[in-house]
């Protein structure tokens, strides 16, 4: 299970920059809307990675 | 090459300049490419002032000579390839002003200029002497070698390398932004955007594998839920209006 936990967080990195690729693609466009949508959804995205990775706290 | 304690510097041949050049290919041959792809390009248009093309030119006399100073004279070689060939180089960029905004050139020409400017940076840094072992060192503090805590997984520099590759990804796709204001903005949200993926990335790459540091899986995955909630929830609502348009 630790393992698919692994994978997701690598999938998760990846897809976040590849939103951020695509929000900048929209920006270039002047879809603005869309890129911040984009920009958006990497960054939850990438907060989401983070929350997998956070370390057991010291309480415990 | 000098005895040590020679008092007179020495002559400086040609076979010895060529010997210095080769022996600092890490800074010049990215300088070289930086140089040409971003500054000597530019520089050469039509429209361009006399000016920007003698600092053009100064450039890459600092970025030649800085190598052959620098065994000898590594403050004048160091000043040379640092501030001179940089220097010379902003100097071209702003004296260039609106013919370089205005004449983009090739997206990606650009886009691996910037990647040579930050091979020669990383190459000005101090390296290990062949054969120099850092424990010689005077100010070594001795005893036990520290062991490290756990040892990374095998895939981990792939997975690291895969994430530093589509982190560059928003990168490079900033250069393709035609106007000026909005591609410099592009260009700042691109950088942050990298410097998050690469930073989560080598987290995500060292932690593969670490079982004693991370909790439960379900207890990550529940630490996860919200964040990947709402971003499940944003891009169901992305979906949703691509639809009803």
């Keep these: 299970m630790s393992k698919v936990v692994d994978a997701l967080s690598i999938l998760l990195v990846l897809g976040a920059s590849l939103a951020f690729a695509v929000g900048v693609a929209a920006l270039g466009e002047h879809r603005d809307l869309a890129a911040i949508y984009w920009l958006s959804i990497g960054g939850l995205v990438l907060r989401a990675a983070v929350e997998l990775l956070r370390p057991r706290s010291s309480a415990r | ?245």
């Design chain 2, 1 to 245: 090459m000098t005895e040590p304690g020679a008092a007179a510097p020495p002559v400086l041949n040609g076979q010895s300049a060529l010997r210095a050049l080769r022996d600092r290919a890490n800074t010049v041959l990215p300088g070289l490419y930086a140089w040409l792809t971003t500054v000597a390009l530019p520089s050469l248009n039509h429209g361009a002032p006399g000016s920007a093309r003698v600092t053009a030119l100064c450039a890459l006399v600092a970025l030649l000579t800085a190598p052959v100073f620098l065994s000898e004279r590594p403050w004048l070689g160091r000043g040379l390839g640092i501030f001179g060939f940089i220097g010379c180089s902003l100097l071209t960029w702003v004296l260039l002003g609106a013919s370089l905004v205005k004449n983009p050139g090739d997206p990606l020409l650009s886009a691996l200029g910037a990647v040579a400017f930050t091979l020669y940076a990383l190459g000005w840094g101090s390296m290990r002497r062949r054969g120099a072992v850092p424990e010689d060192a005077p100010n070594v503090i001795l005893g036990p070698p520290l062991q490290p805590r756990a040892r990374p997984h095998p895939v981990a520099p792939f997975v690291f390398g895969l994430i530093l590759v589509s982190a560059l990804l928003p990168v490079f796709l900033a250069f393709r932004v035609p106007e000026a204001e909005r591609g410099l903005f592009a260009h700042a949200v691109a950088i942050l955007a990298a410097i998050l993926t690469i930073t989560v990335g080598a987290r995500v790459a060292t932690s593969l594998g670490q079982r004693r540091t991370l909790p439960l899986s379900s207890e990550r995955l529940n630490a996860a839920a919200v964040p990947l909630a709402l971003s499940a929830l944003l891009f169901g609502l992305g979906f949703l209006w691509l639809v009803v348009r």
